[in-house]
């Protein structure tokens, strides 16, 4: 699917280094999008910023300028503000900010043995940082009166999962910061809509899943597989182009017939 307001565009993606962040960033690089790809470890940010290259839409000498890599923690204030400062530096104001950063963290526990650092922990990594992000391009996407906003939710929030309570109640506060926002942010034309998606086989989670555990799950998609990063990504740059310019407030269930509200 071709999105051509998307091109020559800006876009951020925070957790772009790995996962569905990569994913998403390469989609939106190969509709033609100068692209920003975040996350911690330097590393990882370099593999994927080559990765993302390749797939950008005019792959060579240009993507090299037209893709670059940002390191920051999330859960920082401080460092998201010297990344936008550099993203806007390099690349030029943002107009597609999407927040994926985040993910659970510790094995789920019943909630009276979470310990309260893992509970602060995990709203931190994935609600404060959402929080944080969106504190930093808010003033310039005001300003501009333009902006596509997509963040990140998980079933976890819409039913009861395998999931920790922390990451659960989180995610289900993203979906809740994502609708008043765009309910703020509407009359100035800055769109805020967010993704939530069921299993996703990421590299990381492919190495990880047991065989049984995996066949239980496929029994409960209706749609008898699990998803893809490229799922995700593909609603993203929906949610992120023109082609959706009536929607906002909205939370997509990329899952599979999993959960249909
Ligand atoms: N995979 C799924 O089944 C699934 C389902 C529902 C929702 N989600 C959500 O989708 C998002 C991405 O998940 P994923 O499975 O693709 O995870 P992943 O493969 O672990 O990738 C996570 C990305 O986020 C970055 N990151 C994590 N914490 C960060 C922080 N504090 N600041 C900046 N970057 C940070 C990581 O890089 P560094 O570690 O180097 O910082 C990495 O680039 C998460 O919000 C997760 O909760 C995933």
């Not at 993606?13 to 790809?37: D, F, H, N, P, Y």
């Not at 104001?93 to 789920?108: K, S």
């Not at 043995?113 to 391009?137: G, I, M, P, Q």
């Amino acid at each position: 699917m071709r999105y051509p307001d998307l091109r020559g565009r800006v876009a951020l993606v925070t957790g772009g280094s790995g996962g569905i962040g990569r994913e998403t960033a390469k989609v939106l690089a190969g509709q033609g999008m100068r692209v920003a790809v975040n996350g911690r470890d330097p590393a990882a940010i370099e593999a994927a910023v080559k990765d993302v290259q390749e797939h950008a839409w005019d792959a060579g000498e240009r993507a090299c300028d037209a893709v670059i890599g940002v390191a920051a923690d999330g859960t920082d204030f401080a460092a998201v503000e010297a990344m936008r400062a550099e993203v806007e530096r390099r690349l030029g104001p943002v107009d597609v900010l999407a927040v994926f950063a985040g993910g659970g963290t510790g094995r789920p526990v019943p909630l009276d043995r979470l310990a309260e650092d893992d509970w602060h922990a995990t709203l931190d990594a994935n609600l404060t940082s959402t929080f944080l992000v969106l504190k930093s391009f808010l003033p310039g996407m005001r300003e501009r009166r333009a902006g596509s906003i997509v963040t990140m939710a998980s079933l976890a929030a819409r039913l009861p999962t395998g999931a920790s309570i922390a990451y659960t109640a989180a995610k289900a506060g993203v979906i809740a910061l994502t609708r008043q926002l765009a309910h703020e942010l509407g009359p100035l034309g800055v769109r805020v809509n967010c993704v939530s998606p069921s299993t996703i086989m990421t590299e990381r989670l492919a190495g990880r899943m047991p065989a049984e555990f995996e066949r239980r799950l496929l029994a409960e998609h209706p749609l008898g597989r699990l998803g893809t990063p490229l799922d995700v990504a593909n609603v993203t740059a929906f949610l992120a182009s023109d082609a959706s310019s009536w929607l906002t407030g909205l939370t997509i269930d990329v899952a599979g017939g999993k959960w249909m509200p």
